[in-house]
């Protein structure tokens, strides 16, 4: 079997990428733009690469086309690909019927932490001898990769039923909310049917596909639709928005997590959460220490416990994993020390997301100075969804250089005037690079935040610092 994956470098397409040829399935795909580090990922793995859309990528015909949800209408690969009744399907579809079905599926939900937590999780449960697959939406530490099979390498066949030796095997996954292509306009987590489902956080994002957070949470409400009764829900006790899903019906045993509610509860032993005490039902199970810092990552860390307890894990058994748990690129990523400035490079996206993130790195580092470099690259945060949430979000921060390119919509000094002195706008990556080498000084940590390339802003800085 030939399949053609269109958008193969993205990394949830990778990912499908990556299982399909471990399948044994002969793969091929194009994207807009072919580029490490995914591109050297896949050819290592013997995929056949093209870049640009052309018509004559999809000849000889594939004997499917697996379509990524970035493609639309009047793009060349999807018209020729209709007009040629070619036989196609969306990522989330193929991974369903292809990899999830016969296998204990754990998959994690909500606006933010999903990639943490489900790096997270893969790592307990590998921890606990289970060799878990999973699909991540980043390349977690522990594994150097984004997806693989796990134990289970069985597919089976149409008209098969469970498979039996596999059927226990957990796979492990990024649930997203996002839709799940051009024909399906679903998000891509009503495909995966869990057993268990993890409900981190609920907020509005996402603004180019959803009117409001209440079109959200209808679908957070399709996703608890499809978790069985024998299942278990996971489901964060100190949001509103989350409950206000569960009140629309729910149809499997739920248990919670929190620092101040749930049934399984943290108590800090340091500020900035790189220690922390965990209770279950008001027993307690032992205490953490890891790497990771805020009280987000500590709520992460609970839900993946809570959810590896629901796979039938001895949680306390668990307890030393975290201490060797690596945590995904690009969240707070250390990239290291220069000149005695230390420099990160974090996947930010959302407001809520920025605030947490410097939260915990203040309380890690006391009074020492926090630069941010910021890039709102997001569809939500290029529309301006959160513009007026963004200077709230950066109150731990002592300077912001906020990228502003020509073709961002909306004024940046509307952010950096609320910033009362701290933040400045700069018009290109060089000039913002600039603008903190100047400001930067010994003692200080510079953070950069994008869901995007950055055209490589961090490493650029740190040359930068070297060549002082």
């Not at 095997?169 to 998000?187: G, H, I, Q």
């Not at 020509?406 to 690079?433: K, N, Q």
Request: aromatic letters at 6%; glycine letters at 10%; charged letters at 20%.
């Amino acid at each position: 079997m030939r399949i053609h994956i269109l958008g193969i470098c993205g990394t949830f397409m990778g990912g499908i990428a990556a299982l399909a040829r471990e399948l044994g399935i002969d793969v091929e795909g194009s994207d807009a733009n072919v580029y490490p580090p995914m591109s050297d990922q896949l050819r290592a793995l013997g995929i056949t690469l093209q870049e640009g859309w052309s018509a004559g990528h999809l000849q000889p015909a594939p004997d499917a086309v697996v379509v990524g949800n970035a493609l639309s209408r009047g793009n060349p690969s999807v018209e020729y690909m209709l007009n040629e009744g070619l036989r196609y399907t969306s990522g989330p579809q193929w991974l369903g019927e292809n990899v999830l079905r016969g296998r204990e599926v754990l998959a994690v939900a909500g606006t933010h932490g999903k990639t943490t937590t489900t790096s997270l999780l893969a790592h307990l449960l590998d921890a606990a001898g289970l060799s878990p697959g999973f699909l991540i939406g980043g390349v977690p530490g522990n594994f150097g990769v984004s997806a693989r099979l796990g134990a289970a390498r069985h597919l089976p066949s149409e008209g098969e039923g469970r498979p039996e030796s596999p059927a226990a095997t957990p796979f492990v996954l990024e649930a997203d909310e996002y839709d799940t292509a051009f024909f399906d306009k679903r998000s891509k987590f009503v495909h995966y049917r869990p057993r268990i489902a993890i409900l981190n956080n609920l907020e509005y994002d996402h603004a180019d596909i959803f009117p409001d957070v209440a079109a959200i949470q209808r679908q957070f409400h399709h996703l608890v639709r499809t978790v069985p009764g024998h299942g278990r829900l996971i489901v964060n006790a100190e949001d509103a928005r989350v409950a206000e899903v569960l009140a629309m019906g729910c149809w499997t045993p739920v248990e919670t997590f929190g620092i101040d509610a749930g049934d399984w509860r943290a108590r800090l032993l340091s500020a900035d959460g790189s220690a922390f005490a965990v209770m279950h039902a008001g027993d307690s199970i032992g205490d953490i220490h890891w790497d990771l810092t805020g009280r987000h990552n500590v709520m992460n860390a609970l839900a993946a416990l809570a959810a590896a307890h629901a796979a039938g894990v001895d949680t306390k058994s668990l307890l030393p994993a975290f201490a060797t748990f690596e945590s995904v690129k690009r969240r707070m990523e250390s990239l290291g020390e220069v000149n005695g400035i230390r420099v990160y490079d974090d996947f930010a996206h959302h407001p809520t997301a920025i605030a947490t993130t410097l939260a915990g790195l203040r309380a890690k580092v006391g009074n020492a100075r926090i630069l941010v470099a910021l890039e709102p690259r997001s569809n939500s945060m290029r529309a301006g969804a959160h513009a007026a949430a963004l200077a709230p979000s950066l109150a731990d921060a002592d300077t912001v250089v906020l990228l502003q390119r020509p073709e961002l919509p909306w004024d940046a000094h509307h952010v950096t005037d609320a910033l009362a002195g701290r933040g400045v706008s700069a018009p290109s990556v060089a000039e913002l690079i600039a603008t903190l080498r100047t400001q930067a000084r010994p003692g200080d940590h510079v953070v950069f935040m994008s869901n995007g390339g950055f055209e490589n802003a961090p490493r650029r800085f740190i040359d930068t610092l070297r060549d002082r």
